[in-house]
């Protein structure tokens, strides 16, 4: 079963959002397709410098409500700035919802960061700590 999840308004996005920034989920529920909406999302409210700070805040919280420290500052910047060129590369609509949904359609798959990244360097403590250029192709 995929974890693709198809919006089917802006307004269902941000009611996903919101729970996040509550942590509203339980463990495994928030897919890494809410993330991709989560940061399109943020980004098209935000900066990039806030849109970072929102969806680093909303996963650093919701990682404590579960008993584990498992934010990564590579991982979070990297799907942010695939994010922010995929919405870039889509033009201005609407509907947030039509770029969300082919968004994640095209990136359904959180392995494509290993185009990247070599899992030693991703999985590196640095790397999980501040922001590390990729050491497999560049954006």
Not at 67 to 90: D, K, M, P
Not at 115 to 121: G, K
Request: net charge negative; with cysteine; aromatic share 12%.
């Amino acid at each position: 079963m995929s974890d693709t999840v198809f919006f089917h308004s802006d307004s269902e996005i941000e009611a996903m959002v919101d729970r996040l920034e509550i942590c509203d989920f339980e463990k495994g529920e928030f897919t890494h397709t809410m993330h991709l909406a989560a940061a399109a999302w943020y980004l098209s409210l935000h900066s990039p410098e806030e849109a970072l700070n929102h969806m680093r805040s909303a996963l650093v919280r919701l990682t404590k409500k579960f008993g584990v420290n498992a934010y990564h500052e590579t991982i979070t910047c990297f799907w942010l700035r695939i994010v922010r060129n995929f919405l870039l590369s889509q033009g201005i609509e609407s509907a947030l919802t039509n770029s969300v949904n082919r968004l994640a359609s095209t990136l359904a798959s959180k392995d494509a960061i290993y185009e990247y990244y070599s899992r030693d360097l991703l999985m590196s403590e640095t790397a999980r700590r501040t922001w590390v250029e990729p050491d497999l192709k560049l954006f």
